[in-house]
């Protein structure tokens, strides 16, 4: 290492270094950590963890006045009220992990007090649903709600959220059968939206969303229609894996995804025909998977539709790119477009 390199080193070591000490005043079963960081420790931030406190434990557990981090999961709290969340200290909270705690129902105003909070868990409870409030005025970039008892849900609870900083929205492992997006011209700034492993039958419509992360792997779906996405222009990434009663996708399904780079199809066993068209508008798709799939070949002229496409995985193992004519592979199959050609490592993949 040059003796700069060392300088810096030693600088940046300096700035980020953290240091953790014990806190007075920490409630017996909770563990209490200050953290400083910056330059002569100029900041810290305090965090609690009273994970499996027990069930007598009465709320509002009292916490250190400047915690950022406080951990409630697994404390059997039940429902939740006004006042479990409102003591001193809990208004700087800025993440909040209130899982597995066999929360049935949530009072409209128990998070009313955590106007800095940034990330909430409330997963592996027993939720159905939230009053439309419940997140009003809250600086959300993360809510955990996978893992309930939802059977409906609309995203236009998001639309009370202070700033417009992305969200990130976990909804797997519910019982949802419909998911809504009411917008009344609101602007929801919900960018990452997992709907994995419900009881959807179709996809939904997420118009007016500005997704760019979408995931609706093992759900009941059985057909992908024309244009359901159409509105989904800044999605990059769609997951669509898992599907065991998913038979059609219907041509033009994916038109609009103008921005989409990766398209996971793979272990949709009931998969057998995907026509060209299916591929119509993916300008930007770098990489399909469909692999345990039930597609085994693809349409010829797959690379007019699919300009900007790297490499598509199929059946168990088997994999293609798109390289230049002129390359070295010697199994070529279909010349497609310009000098450019797909080339699998098993032969007779194109239709
Ligand atoms: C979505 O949920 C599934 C199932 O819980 C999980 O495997 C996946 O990592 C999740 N994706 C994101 C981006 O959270
Ligand atoms: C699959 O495609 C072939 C050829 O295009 C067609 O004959 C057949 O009817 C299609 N099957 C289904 C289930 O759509
Ligand atoms: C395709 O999907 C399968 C199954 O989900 C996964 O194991 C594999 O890693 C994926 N391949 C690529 C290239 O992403």
């Known amino acids: 290492m040059s003796i700069m390199a060392l300088l810096l080193w030693l600088g940046l070591s300096l700035l980020v270094a ?16 200050v953290e400083s960081f910056g330059l002569f420790d100029s ?6 963890d009273c994970r499996g406190l027990g069930p007598r434990a009465s709320m509002p557990i009292p916490i250190p006045l400047d915690t950022a981090h406080l951990d409630l999961s697994s404390i059997a709290m039940g429902p939740l009220s006004d006042t479990m969340l409102a003591g001193p200290g809990y208004t700087t909270l800025v993440s909040l992990d209130l899982s597995d705690n066999h929360i049935t129902k949530v009072s409209p105003n128990a998070l009313s007090k955590l106007r800095y909070l940034e990330t909430l868990d409330l997963s592996h409870n027993h939720l159905e649903r939230l009053s439309s409030g419940f997140f009003s005025g809250l600086p959300l970039a993360e809510v955990d709600l996978s893992h309930n008892s939802f059977h409906e849900f609309d995203m236009d609870l998001f639309a009370t959220k202070v700033n417009s900083e992305p969200l990130t929205v976990d909804l797997s492992y519910n019982k949802l059968v419909s998911v809504l997006a009411s917008l009344h011209g609101r602007i929801l ?130 994999q293609c790119w798109r390289t230049q004519k002129q390359g070295q592979f010697h199994r070529q199959m279909g010349q497609v477009y310009h000098n450019e050609v797909l080339t699998c490592n098993v032969e007779g993949i194109l239709l």
Request: hydrophobic share 35%; aromatic share 4%.
């Open 18 to 33: 953290v240091q953790s000490s014990g806190v007075k005043n920490c409630h017996p079963g909770c563990h209490c950590e």
């Open 43 to 48: 900041f810290s931030l305090t965090r609690v």
């Open 189 to 318: 700034h919900i960018q990452t939206l997992n709907l994995s492993a419900n009881q959807l039958s179709s996809a939904p419509t997420l118009a007016g969303l500005p997704l760019r992360y979408l995931n609706l792997d093992g759900n009941p779906i059985t057909q992908i229609k024309k244009g359901t996405f159409a509105q989904l222009k800044d999605l990059v990434y769609l997951s669509i894996s898992g599907l065991n009663e998913l038979r059609l996708i219907e041509p033009y399904s994916f038109k609009g995804l103008h921005s989409l780079q990766v398209l996971d199809l793979s272990n949709n066993p009931k998969l057998k025909n995907l026509s060209l068209a299916v591929f119509s508008g993916l300008d930007s798709l770098q990489e399909l998977n469909l692999s345990g799939s039930g597609v085994e070949s693809l349409p010829t002229k797959i690379l007019t539709h699919l300009p900007s496409i790297k490499s598509i995985t199929l059946g168990r193992n088997i």
